[in-house]
């Protein structure tokens, strides 16, 4: 059975022929037409937008194709529909937007106190003055810090523990009043709210400012100093030992000059490992006349290291010579003007005495190591002063052993006796 044919319009083109095919050509070429026209007046609205915005454009009339009705595209800013043809509306030119500067809002001020809360106990205060802890806490209590203005608003400064800074907000009825007092110190009484970790607000109850230059200088309170016992007396006179330590007392030794300078010898005279301390305070400078003679001196103590220090003299008394352990007028006493230069050994008896002269200057004095002075017999160093220099050494032995030995003479500093400028060395051969 044959199948019915589609039934189709009268006078419509049958598909795939050629009348059909020239409609198409023509709709095209019209619609490239009107793309072309309404590009043309998108560039002229962009280049005068007030012109066009004024003027009436007219309606583009688009040459139809034979046989085909006649069809119009609106230009841009008309009000008709766009057309059919593919072409896509332009629309009307857009102003761009006109920003409006609004003077700033003051912020909010809190004027009124709130009802008077619990008080902070000392744990909660704690809390409040410790960053990173206590959010939350509030009640009455009490503050101190420095007062800052950040956007007219007060703030309060506080140092809280571990030296950190914490900020709050002021506020209540003197919240206008408060920034008069910028950089004052300032205490306020009232409600501690903390908001957050490093601060929060104060409902300002009551407040006392004062300026941060007007403060008291803090004087340090006078030292009270103790009387030091006979052990450490004895520390204090003994090498390498007491350092640091301070007190009132009464120490013994010989009255030396160094340079202009009183000195009090303690202990190991002539050795490296001799204590010394500087007097100042109430010396006398008639002492000058004693040089070498065992002087009692009482003041305040301070023995800086462990080969001396200074002594601030309160009272000077001089002693009695110690005797002598043994006379040297029974001692044949071979006496040297300074070292010789090194050479042949100087040759000695035992039971004959040696006496070293050495010149000295301020700030050095000339010692010999504790085991040469042992080894050789060391007796006495004595400083005798002399008007014009800063006074000369005196060593004194007498030698119990025979055998040749060597003396070093060290040239070091007073109250430092390791730091040696300059050696000397004597030879000594004692014979029996």
Do not use: C
């Not at 009339?61 to 841009?76: I, T």
């Not at 103790?226 to 030992?241: C, D, F, H, N």
């Not at 001692?331 to 090194?342: I, N, R």
């Amino acid at each position: 059975m044959a199948k019915p044919k589609p039934k189709t319009k009268s006078g419509a083109a049958k598909p795939g022929s050629r009348k059909n095919e020239a409609r198409l050509g023509l709709l095209k070429k019209a619609s490239a037409r009107v793309a072309k026209a309404a590009a043309r007046l998108v560039k002229s609205a962009a280049k005068t937008p007030s012109k066009l915005a004024s003027a009436k454009v007219a309606p583009v009339k688009v040459a139809p194709a034979k046989g085909a009705p006649a069809k119009l595209a609106p230009a841009k800013g008309s009000p008709g529909k766009a057309a059919k043809v593919g072409a896509k509306p332009a629309g009307k030119p857009v102003a761009p937007p006109v920003v409006l500067r609004t003077p700033d809002k003051p912020r909010p001020r809190a004027t009124k106190l709130p009802p008077v809360g619990e008080p902070l106990t000392k744990r909660e205060l704690e809390q409040i003055l410790t960053a990173a802890a206590g959010r939350g806490v509030a009640g009455e209590g009490s503050l101190k810090g420095r007062l800052v203005v950040k956007d007219g608003m007060p703030y309060l400064h506080v140092v809280g523990r571990d030296k950190r800074e914490l900020v709050f907000l002021l506020q209540g009825p003197d919240q206008e009043v408060l920034p008069a007092y910028l950089d004052h110190k300032v205490s306020v009484t009232g409600l501690i709210k903390k908001t957050h970790n490093y601060g929060g607000t104060i409902d300002v109850r009551k407040y006392a400012a004062k300026r941060a230059d007007a403060e008291p200088v803090e004087t340090p309170a006078a030292e009270k100093l103790r009387y030091l016992s006979p052990g450490e007396v004895e520390q204090i006179g003994s090498a390498g030992m007491g350092a640091g330590m301070r007190g009132f007392a009464s120490v013994r030794g010989a009255l030396e000059m160094s340079g202009e300078d009183f000195i009090l010898v303690v202990s190991n005279a002539g050795t490296r490992q001799q204590v010394t301390f500087r007097l100042g305070g109430k010396m006398s400078k008639t002492f000058r006349k004693n040089m070498g003679q065992p002087v009692l001196v009482t003041g305040v103590v301070h023995k800086e290291s462990g080969w001396g220090g200074t002594i601030e003299v309160e009272n000077a008394e001089l002693r009695p010579a110690d005797v002598r352990s043994m006379s040297r007028d029974a001692l044949e006493v071979l006496e040297l003007e300074g070292v010789p230069d090194p050479g042949t050994p100087l040759d000695i008896r035992i039971g004959q005495a040696l006496a070293v002269r050495i010149p000295e200057r301020a700030g050095y004095t000339w010692a010999v190591e504790p085991t040469t002075a042992k080894r050789v017999g060391l007796r006495e160093a004595n400083f005798i002063a002399s008007s014009g220099g800063a006074g000369t050494r005196e060593f004194f032995f007498t030698p119990r052993n025979p055998g040749q030995y060597d003396v070093d003479f060290f040239l070091a500093k007073v109250f430092a006796p390791a730091q040696v400028t300059k050696t000397q060395r004597l030879t000594v051969a004692v014979r029996a």
